[in-house]
Nanobody, 111 residues
Framework: QVQLVESGGGLVQAGGSLSLSCVAS????????MGWFRQAPGKERELVAT???????NYADSVKVRFTISRDNAKNTVYLQMNSLKPEDTAVYYCMVANYWGQGTQVTVSS
């Protein structure tokens, strides 16, 4: 049974940093892209960043330069380093691998 567990969310002031982690279990994911999405209250879920099986990355324009996605295939883990956070980054952040989703972790950025 595939399971994704996110961690690392929390409350931070604008300009601060947070690091999210997502550990995948119940399968082998080295050949799959991994991604982070987010959903703010009243808004649709949106793509934040993806990383391919060979490490190629893709970012939403709103987070380019500020966020960095990475992965550790030996640990079945995908990371999201978030710097220079803004209040508009406030959302529940979800990781996704092979069409499986985690339960989400709340990120709140205060102004």
């Amino acid at each position: 049974q595939v399971q994704l567990v996110e961690s690392g969310g929390g409350l931070v002031q604008a300009g601060g940093s947070l690091s999210l982690s997502c550990v995948a279990s119940g399968g082998t994911f080295t050949s799959y892209a991994m991604g982070w999405f987010r959903q703010a209250p009243g808004k649709e879920r949106e793509l934040v960043a993806t990383i391919g099986s060979r490490g190629s990355t893709n970012y939403a324009d709103s987070v380019k330069v500020r966020f960095t996605i990475s992965r550790d295939n030996a640990k079945n883990t995908v990371y999201l380093q978030m710097n220079s956070l803004k209040p508009e980054d406030t959302a529940v952040y979800y990781c996704m691998v092979a069409n499986y989703w985690g339960q989400g972790t709340q990120v709140t950025v205060s102004s």
